[in-house]
Every structure is written in C-alpha cells, then in structure tokens.
Nanobody, 118 residues
Framework: QAQLVESGGGLVQAGGSLRLSCAASGRTFSSYAMGWFRQAPGKERELVARITWSAGSTYYADSVKGRFTISRDNAKNTVYLQMNSLKPEDTAVYYC???????????WGRGTQVTVSS
C-alpha cells in the first residue's frame, strides 16, 4: 500500500497558476503510473492527468490540455501538477492516486482544495 500526501492547493484568481505536489511513500516501486483526479461538488471524480513512472508518458483530459502539466521526480517519489490559466470551472478537490501494473487505481491521497475565483 502507498501513502500519498498532496499539497499546494489554495485560492487563486482566474488566469492564475498553482502547483500541486504529491509525495508518495510505501509500495510505489511496483506501480505503473501516478495520476491527478479532481472532484467538484455534485460531480463525479474525473481523471485530469496521468504520468507513467518509467517512460514518463502523459495523458491529459481535454478540459486541461495546454494549461496543465504533469511531471514526476522519481528520486523523490513525487508527482507535480502545474496548473496555469486557471478557470473557475477548475475549482475542485484534487486527489493524487497510484495506478498499479494491472492498471487499477489502488491508492489515494486525502485531496487538496483548489478554488478559482472569477
């Protein structure tokens, strides 16, 4: 089991930027990828971005392409989400998660709140 701790959330004006961090410990060495999800009030949790540990291959939801960048520091077991040109609709609780080698999302952080004011 992996332990994940997110940080970097907060309140920002539309057009601003935030950088989220996710520090992972525990059984991350056997995982395939790390991802960032978000959940807004009354909406389902959605995958925002994902990055594989080995090749660094990335995936982005259409809604964040060109604005968000996911990256990783393998030595620090940390994944980042740089969020630029933030919009009010980006307001949500952001969670990081571990994807196993069988492509199952197995471990989750507690989340960090991101609020974008208009």
């Amino acid at each position: 089991q992996a332990q994940l701790v997110e940080s970097g959330g907060g309140l920002v004006q539309a057009g601003g930027s935030l950088r989220l961090s996710c520090a992972a410990s525990g059984r991350t060495f056997s995982s395939y990828a790390m991802g960032w999800f978000r959940q807004a009030p009354g909406k389902e949790r959605e995958l925002v971005a994902r990055i594989t540990w080995s090749a660094g291959s990335t995936y982005y939801a259409d809604s964040v392409k060109g604005r968000f960048t996911i990256s990783r520091d393998n030595a620090k077991n940390t994944v980042y989400l740089q969020m630029n040109s933030l919009k009010p609709e980006d307001t949500a609780v952001y969670y990081c998660a571990v994807q196993s080698l069988s492509r199952v999302w197995t471990d989750w952080g507690r989340g960090t709140q991101v609020t974008v004011s208009s």
